[in-house]
């Protein structure tokens, strides 16, 4: 193993592949500097994509986000040929880092014998999970009724399992070198997920319907009074975000993924029991 200070010492060369997961997640308490995500999402990328490109290494996997294409989704899904529009430190330092591949490949026309793949995942889940998917988990598990439940909105998500597999299939099949978004087959929808979430603590889902304009006038106090519940935090809570995973799946010339978003979604709430 080595760390960071020991950059210089890893032995690119003796690697087949490349997965750089390294990376300053999205801060939703927005409490990180905007220099923070640049040096380390796109300065330490460049970095590393720099290493494997001066080495015999054959595959450099760069983990990116759908929040590089898109802080919200534009039409009925988001696929890899959107003109990008980040929103935010975290988007702009993942996408600064994406143009620098491109680049430094001539938009992944020079890479020759080594094959580059841009990632972009919708929001991952699995065992140890922090984040937003906890924080729905412990306002279920409080007994608090979910009063948005008049918006059926969907949402991607991905499934650890599902993101493994993935990665094992294109290191194999070596497929074309591009952009990639994944994400499970299904949208699951956010009433879904409180269902899934009870369920996994034997509970009964406490879903309530209030009338929008209700909700958007409490909304409009919370704006005044810096509640949890304002405008913005009312957009992504309702809104939908569908990434399409069809160009991964046809790359490795598969139909379907081995794990349904139900089924994977089910796997990380058990764990957190």
């Not at 032995?11 to 390294?22: E, R, T, V």
């Not at 939703?28 to 640049?38: G, N, V």
């Not at 529009?85 to 491109?102: C, F």
Request: charged content about 25%.
């Amino acid at each position: 193993f080595f760390s960071w200070n020991d950059f210089d010492k890893i032995p690119f060369g003796q690697f087949d592949s490349i997965i750089h997961l390294a990376g300053k997640a999205h801060d939703t308490k927005k409490q990180s500097k905007a220099d923070e995500y640049f040096a380390i999402n796109t300065g330490l990328t460049q970095k590393v994509f720099d290493a494997f490109i001066n080495s015999s290494c054959k595959q450099f996997f760069f983990f990116s986000s759908v929040k590089a294409a898109a802080d919200t989704v534009e039409g009925d899904v988001l696929i890899e040929n959107v003109i990008p529009k980040p929103k935010g430190a975290y988007g702009e330092s993942k996408i600064k880092a994406e143009e620098y591949i491109k680049a430094q490949t001539n938009d992944f026309q020079s890479t020759k014998d080594k094959k580059v793949y841009i990632f972009r995942p919708c929001m991952i889940h699995g065992a140890g999970n922090k984040g937003n998917l906890n924080l729905l988990f412990n306002f279920v598990s409080k007994g608090i009724p979910y009063p948005l439940g008049a918006y059926d909105n969907k949402r991607s998500f991905l499934g650890v399992d599902n993101l493994s597999w993935i990665i094992e299939k294109f290191i194999v099949q070596s497929p074309v070198s591009g952009i990639y978004h994944l994400a499970d087959d299904e949208p699951v929808s956010t009433n879904k997920l409180i269902q899934l979430i009870a369920e996994s603590q034997s509970k009964k889902a406490l879903i309530w319907k209030w009338n929008k304009n209700f909700i958007r006038f409490i909304a409009q106090i919370g704006n005044i009074l810096k509640l949890p519940l304002n405008s913005d935090n009312l957009q992504k809570l309702t809104e939908n975000y569908v990434v399409s995973n069809a160009k991964a799946k046809s790359a490795i010339a598969v139909s379907r993924l081995p794990y349904s978003a139900e089924e994977g979604l089910r796997k990380t709430l058990k764990s957190f029991g």
